[in-house]
């Protein structure tokens, strides 16, 4: 067969293999689909999670933009009166056993003035804000394949807006009041990257007390426990918690008094790149002049709190303690914050892309897949199929990805696409995957694993979304659950 034969068949091949990923990835999601929100996975995570929502309204919107603008609205039901977006809506029809801490342990956070009617119940913590890109990635779906959708998207931009500038505001005041740019965690759990060696140095401070035993239903739901945190980690988790609860979730008791107080640099960079989401939301909806100068200030603050932290020497930005007052020196991707938030100068981009390249990160001989790991494989408390200390993590390398394009490096975005998809052809839709042999760990068919997917099969290789979307065949969904129209919508070739 000649070069160019050959390189058809392996077009087709890949095309197929594509194909079949996103069929997939919409089963994934058609089997968690709660009717208006997602589990983040069948069995290890049966409520809604924040970001994972947000991440899996950016798959969804693939799939229907009115079920994606849903999964965002049906989060934001239970916004807290502060604005704060809790980090876990409690599924009421969840099996009693299945996780832990339940709704039950969290009954101080239903107590809470601020907090949403109940049920159903809602934590009192919060994660990284990824919504407001996920919204306009709706709109960007919505426009880009045109119709009805675009009036519609447009109404859910309107009434979501002002949910988001709440949520963005919430966390500029209470979650800032030193008015740094940055903004603090009260637990790992916060972070999204739990068990992180970014917190081992602050989670030793944390003394803990009294603490009632506990189940680890986690540990049911994985090959091996120790994918998973380990049990003087999940005390810590607990301990904590009680002192939330103790602080009454009131956010100025629990800064007088909490052990745990951190500026998280990833949450803070992914704030920024939100608000700059905000920004272009507000130009949509006509908002009102003196927004456009409150989200372009947050901006700016954001920046200058990422700038300094930056560590030059490591080529990453640092988390800070709040409490011990001193920068938690960890080698990790959230160092790669600045790169998040978009914008840097091109010292600063190069400086961020030599790190990404190096042996501590995508340049590491022993790597699978050219893609990072969560914790460098150089770093103290690097364990390649624990948790947050090593494996690679989808959702990560789709911010990764998303930020590079913005950043104008489209060559390089590619690759980490690619080996992405690779990774998920190969593996499945795992919640994260050893580095070293691409083995699956944690829960398989990760909702925001194939949310990501299907948003990377519908980006062209520099990018911006097809126009034709090939891979995403037209077919019928029928939800598990019923009743919710959207999901009858075929996706659509545009
Ligand atoms: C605690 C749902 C969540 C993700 C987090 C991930 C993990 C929970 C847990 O699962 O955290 O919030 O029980 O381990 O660390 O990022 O949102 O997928």
């Not at 700059?276 to 002049?289: M, N, P, R, S, Y």
């Amino acid at each position: 067969m000649t070069s160019k034969n050959n390189r058809v068949v392996r077009t087709e091949t890949a095309l197929g293999a594509e194909v079949q990923l996103a069929a997939r990835a919409r089963q994934v999601l058609r089997q968690n689909d709660m009717g208006d929100w997602t589990r983040a996975a069948p069995n290890l995570y049966p409520h809604q999670w924040s970001w994972d929502s947000a991440f899996i309204a950016i798959g969804l919107a693939h799939l229907g933009t009115r079920r994606a603008a849903k999964e965002l609205l049906a989060l934001f039901e239970h916004q807290w009166r502060t604005g704060k977006v809790p980090h876990i809506v409690f599924n009421p029809e969840a099996p009693p056993d299945s996780y832990f801490p339940g709704p039950e342990h969290w009954a101080c956070a239903a107590a809470s003035p601020d907090a949403p009617p109940t049920p159903p119940y809602t934590s009192c913590l919060c994660q990284p804000p990824i919504h407001a890109i996920a919204a306009l990635r709706v709109w960007e779906v919505a426009e880009r394949k045109g119709g009805e959708r675009v009036d519609e998207a447009r109404a859910f931009l309107r009434q979501i807006y002002p949910k988001l500038l709440l949520w963005h505001r919430y966390l500029m005041t209470h979650r800032d009041p030193e008015g740094s740019g940055l903004v603090t965690i009260y637990h790992p759990w916060e972070s999204g990257t739990d068990n992180s060696p970014r917190w081992d140095e602050p989670l030793m401070n944390v003394e803990v007390g009294d603490l009632p035993s506990y189940p680890r239903y986690d540990l049911q739901h994985v090959a091996n426990p120790s994918e998973r945190p380990t049990g003087a980690d999940y005390d810590r988790y607990l301990w904590l918690v009680e002192l939330i609860k103790k602080a009454g979730c009131d956010e100025r008791n629990i800064y007088r008094s909490h052990p745990f107080l951190v500026k998280d640099i990833l949450f803070s960079a992914i704030l920024v790149a939100a608000n700059e989401a905000l920004l272009e939301i507000a130009a949509l909806v006509g908002a009102q002049g003196g927004d456009h100068t409150l989200i372009a200030n947050w901006i700016a603050r954001g920046h200058r709190g990422l700038n300094s932290l930056w560590d030059s020497e490591l080529g990453l930005c640092l988390d800070y303690d709040l409490r011990a007052r001193r920068p938690l020196r960890a080698r990790t991707m959230a160092g790669f914050a600045p790169l998040i938030a978009g914008r840097q100068g091109p010292e600063r981009l190069e400086a961020l892309i030599a790190t990404l390249d190096s042996l501590a990160f995508v340049g590491h001989p022993w790597l699978r897949w050219p893609v990072p790991p969560s914790t460098s494989p150089l770093q103290a408390g690097f364990h390649r199929r624990n948790y947050w200390r090593g494996p690679t993590w989808p959702v990560v390398n789709w911010l990764l990805w998303w930020s590079l394009l913005r950043a104008g490096e489209p060559e390089r975005a590619q690759r980490l696409r690619q080996a992405s998809l690779q990774q998920l052809v190969i593996g499945g839709f795992g919640e994260y995957f050893d580095p070293f042999t691409g083995e699956l760990l944690g829960a398989n068919d990760q909702s925001w694993t194939a949310a990501v997917a299907l948003d990377w099969l519908a980006s062209q290789s520099h990018g911006t979304l097809r126009r034709t979307a090939t891979v995403l065949q037209p077919g019928r969904y029928e939800p598990v659950r019923g009743g919710h129209t959207e999901w009858a919508e075929t996706v659509e070739s545009a």
